[in-house]
Every structure is written in C-alpha cells, then in structure tokens.
Nanobody, 123 residues
C-alpha cells in the first residue's frame, strides 16, 4: 500500500520561499519517477515538476528558474523548493508517483499514486 504524505505548505508573501516535502512509503520497487502537481481554485490540475529515475528533471514553463525538484532516496522524500513565489502560485500542491523510469510528459495520466495535498497561499 503506497502512501505519499505532503507537508510544508503555508501562507507566504509574494517574493518569499517555501520548501514542500513528500514522504513515500510502501512502494516495493526502487525504480520510479516522482512529480509535483497543483490545482488552483476553479482551475484544472497542472503539472509543476517531475524527476525521473535517473535524476533528470523537467518543469512547467511557469515555474522554470524559480522552483527546484529534488529527492533524498535515503529518506524516501521528495522536495519542491519554491522561490520568488507569486500570487498565481497559490494552489493545493500534490506529489505523485509514477512506476515509469522516465516521464514522457508532465500530465496526471503518467502517475498512479497521489498524496492528499498541501496548501500554498501567496499574497
């Protein structure tokens, strides 16, 4: 039974920084990819960043240069460092796991397991 638990979301002023974390448990294989998605009120879920099994990463254009995805395999934890936050970054942020070795496109259908989300509010 795979569990993904996000943390680190809170309210922050524009221009500030946050680091989100996602701990993964119950996944038997060491070969998987991870991603961060977000959903703002009234909008569809949007891919933010992903990291492949080989450590390569990709980002949505809206966050390139501001957000960094990383992982600590020893701690089974995924991170999203968010800098220069903007009000339009306000959303519920979700981490997700994909059994693929490489993410073809940053879309929800690539991922099979999801966390409950953590709220980020930028004002």
């Amino acid at each position: 039974h795979v569990q993904l638990v996000e943390s680190g979301g809170c309210s922050v002023q524009a221009g500030g920084s946050l680091r989100l974390s996602c701990t993964v448990s119950g996944y038997a294989s060491s070969r998987y990819c991870m991603g961060w998605f977000r959903r703002a009120p009234g909008k569809e879920r949007e891919g933010v960043a992903s990291i492949d099994n080989d450590g390569s990463s990709s980002y949505a254009d809206s966050v390139k240069g501001r957000f960094t995805i990383s992982e600590d395999n020893a701690k089974n934890t995924l991170y999203l460092q968010m800098n220069s936050l903007k009000p339009e970054d306000t959303a519920m942020y979700y981490c997700a796991l994909s059994p693929r070795r490489k993410i073809v496109a940053l879309r929800p259908s690539e991922f099979t397991d999801w966390g409950q989300g953590t709220q980020v509010t930028v004002s």
